[in-house]
């Protein structure tokens, strides 16, 4: 097993285990190049991200994202990547409840809150094909971010996890994140560097 920083050819790569691990619970279709819009593309292309990915003999099988400057990183978002995409992808046209919960995002992403971002200006994004979870290399991953991040002074990292993924929020709990706040439908945890 390989552990190495992504390139831009492990796009359709890292947007197939996006849109595969983030599957809708209630097992409704979802096109597949959506949620890799949100949560993955951005952190291989935009400036002062970390994006490493897992190589087996499968192939790309998961992949640890992290933004350091996270409004910086948002800000970013908004004047790069996000106006085609709402050209695209405009809000008003039938589509699933499962594409258009994203489109939205895509027209409102969702911006960490001033009180997370102030003493945990990084975030990160974490996901494993099944075949690769439930060995270490989650907290593996993390721990050497953590150290990477720690030397460069940064002082704190969050994420924002879905209330309903219990299994994640147990996860991070284990490597010593801690709950923030919530809203609605995440939770935002971080960790002091
Ligand atoms: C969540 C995820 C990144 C965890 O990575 P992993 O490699 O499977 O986790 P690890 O094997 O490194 O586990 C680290 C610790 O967390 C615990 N843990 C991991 N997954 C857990 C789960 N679902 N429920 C409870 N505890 C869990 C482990 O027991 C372990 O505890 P310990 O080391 O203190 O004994 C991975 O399972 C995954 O990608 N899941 C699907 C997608 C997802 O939910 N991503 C997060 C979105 S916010």
């Known amino acids: 097993m390989l552990i190495r920083a992504a390139r831009l050819d492990d796009l359709p790569a890292v947007y197939r285990i996006c849109h595969e691990t983030g599957l809708p619970q209630d097992g409704s279709a979802r096109s597949p190049e959506l949620l890799g819009h949100v949560y993955v593309g951005p952190y291989l292309v935009a400036p002062g991200a970390r994006a490493v990915v897992v190589v087996d003999d ?10 350091r400057d996270t ?7 908004e004047q790069h990547w996000l106006p085609g995409l ?19 995002l895509l027209h409102t992403p969702d911006i960490a809150p001033d009180s997370v971002v102030a003493d945990f200006p ?11 979870q439930g060995q270490g290399l989650g907290r593996s991953l993390i721990d050497e971010l953590i ?14 996890v ?3 993924n219990a299994g994640a929020i147990r996860f991070y709990g284990r490597l010593g994140f801690v709950e923030l706040t919530r809203s609605a439908s995440t939770v935002y945890m971080g960790r002091r560097l």
């Open 86 to 104: 709402r050209a695209d992808h405009p809000l008003d046209i039938p589509r699933s409840p499962a594409d258009q919960e994203v489109v939205e």
């Open 58 to 67: 499968e192939g790309v099988g998961g992949y640890l994202l992290c933004a």
């Open 147 to 160: 150290t990477v991040l720690t030397e460069e002074g940064i002082p704190g990292i969050h994420l924002g």
């Open 71 to 77: 409004r910086a990183h948002e800000a970013w978002v």
């Open 162 to 164: 879905g209330l309903d």
């Open 122 to 132: 990084a975030h990160l994004h974490i996901d494993l094909f099944g075949r690769l």
